[in-house]
């Protein structure tokens, strides 16, 4: 599951849209190398729901 990390580990530009973020939310999972910057929480959701499908996915194959 992510979980949200501090600030300064921040990139300047959110990962989904491409805004700069002037407030990160930057989140880190288990699957992800590198934390994960979203300008907004609509931006992390949105990021979030497709992460959770393909996580459903890849435990449906291996299963």
Known sequence: MPFEL???????RCDVCGKIARDPIVVKTCCVDHPVTFCSRGCYQKW???WMRR?????????
Not at 6 to 12: L, Q, V
């Open 48 to 50: 979030k729901a497709g």
């Open 6 to 12: 501090d600030k300064s580990a921040a990139k300047h």
């Open 55 to 63: 996580q459903e996915q890849l435990k449906s194959e291996a299963g």
